[in-house]
């Protein structure tokens, strides 16, 4: 399918929505990290500043309903939402006679001065949804199947434009003017989703002998077997912040952990794929110190938090039917098991009793411990439309005496489910 832009804007980068959720996961296990970022964060700062995006949509062939076009600005690093615009756009048609939208939309009194600096994601989506009678609504979140894009723009000389909008910025001025260019392909929608090979839990004493081999390679595949990832943007966070990063032309990167300690890592990974799209996903990964010996007995508590936010958008209330599968990465074999669970307090719980751990592979490349694959019908028609996979790493420090182990997923962790997941 080939890509349409009708007055040769730039295609910005697909939505890093998930981005905030590395930030948001981080901070369930350690609450400082929301500071080390960012510069600020909170509700502090001066309002005297505003942003405006020009917003372009092309809409494909079919158009269900008046559609509107929603822009949202949030914090980049708190992930605090600062304010939102909800317009009905112009209705265009080009000289070939196809359908497409745009829009000035306008977003006032957003904080960040001298003295408290703000950086900010500001994302477009085209807000097309229809209840049971047919009428537009408005769900203030974007969903899975509505274009999305994070608008961007031109603070430098040189051209380069950037999606990070900050106040103060570099171009000394309190109004910034951007665009977003939005399209969705004819046809069928492709599945831009990418699964990752590489170890994801380790274990420090591995790291701490010099003979070990402190680098591990990731490589990525995308879901839809036509599409080639053809560039690669990493960054590992960290408990100091900014761990490594890189850039590569290829789906496969190495990340050089000598020297980390035991702790929660998030490796964020965005790629290109070669028709120009982008796509980002994140990645907890775990180094564990007093890790659980082979054949230890535990119960997996599982915790799916922020279920209200995107891709789920599920409020309190919610009836979920959930199925999980564990890989046992000795013998290969799976266990599976079914239920249903309710939202509450924007969580999703559920405990999986009676599992017996396999640890990591010291001095390898890939992990010993079992896979954790969860999907979920959330509209209850039988059929499953999120998944996530989870590495089942533990420690003697992720429990006290006699209780459960916990893991806590961020619903952003989970993906649409188009075809077999990865």
């Not at 392909?185 to 990418?194: C, I, K, Q, Y």
Request: charged fraction near 20%.
């Amino acid at each position: 399918m080939k890509k349409m832009k009708l007055f040769g804007l730039v295609a910005i980068l697909i939505v890093l929505l998930a981005l905030t959720g590395c930030d948001a996961i981080l901070e369930v296990f350690y609450p400082e990290f929301g500071d080390n970022f960012g510069g600020g964060g909170g509700g502090g700062g001066g309002g005297g500043n505003n942003i405006t995006i020009f917003v372009e949509v092309i809409p494909g062939t079919d158009v269900v309903g008046d559609p509107q076009i929603a822009v949202l600005v949030e914090d980049r690093w708190s992930g605090e939402r600062i304010t939102d615009a909800f317009v009905w756009p112009f209705w265009n048609w080009n000289q070939d006679g196809k359908l497409f939208f745009t829009a000035n939309v306008e977003l006032f009194g957003i904080p960040g001065d001298a003295d408290n600096p703000r950086d900010y994601r500001v994302v477009a989506w085209l807000e097309n949804t229809i209840d049971g009678s047919g009428n537009w609504i408005a769900n203030a979140s974007p969903d899975y199947d509505e274009p999305l894009r994070d608008a961007e723009w031109f603070p430098f000389d040189d051209g380069v434009s950037t999606p990070d909008f900050s106040f103060p910025n570099e171009a000394n001025t309190n109004w910034i003017y951007g665009e977003a260019f939005l399209e969705v392909f004819e046809g069928t929608m492709l599945n831009r989703e990418f699964g990752i090979t590489g170890q994801r839990v380790l274990n420090v004493g591995e790291l701490a002998n010099v003979t070990h081999i402190d680098t591990r390679s990731y490589s990525f595949t995308p879901a839809e077997s036509t599409l080639t990832i053809t560039e690669v943007w990493y960054t590992l966070w960290g408990p100091t912040g900014e761990e490594a990063s890189g850039y590569v032309y290829t789906p496969t990167i190495n990340i050089d952990y000598s020297g980390a300690i035991a702790d929660h890592y998030w490796l964020d990974v965005e790629v290109v794929y070669d028709d120009g799209w982008f796509e980002h996903k994140g990645f907890p990964i775990r180094i564990l110190n007093a890790e659980e010996p082979d054949g230890h007995s535990y119960q997996a508590n599982i915790n799916i938090f922020n279920t209200q936010d995107w891709p789920l958008n599920l409020p309190d209330g919610s009836v979920v039917n959930y199925q999980y599968t564990i890989k046992d990465e000795t013998d290969g074999n799976e266990l599976k098991n079914t239920g249903i669970a309710t939202i509450t307090a924007g969580e999703l719980k559920f405990s999986i009793p009676a599992l017996s751990y396999d640890s990591t592979v010291h001095m390898g490349s890939s992990d010993g411990v079992d896979i954790l694959r969860i999907r979920l019908d959330t509209d209850g028609n039988g059929t499953y439309d999120f998944v996530t996979r989870v590495p089942l790493g533990i420690s003697e420090n992720d429990h006290t005496a006699g209780n459960p182990y916990p893991f806590h997923i961020w619903a952003g962790d989970l993906r649409f489910m188009f075809v077999a997941p990865l």
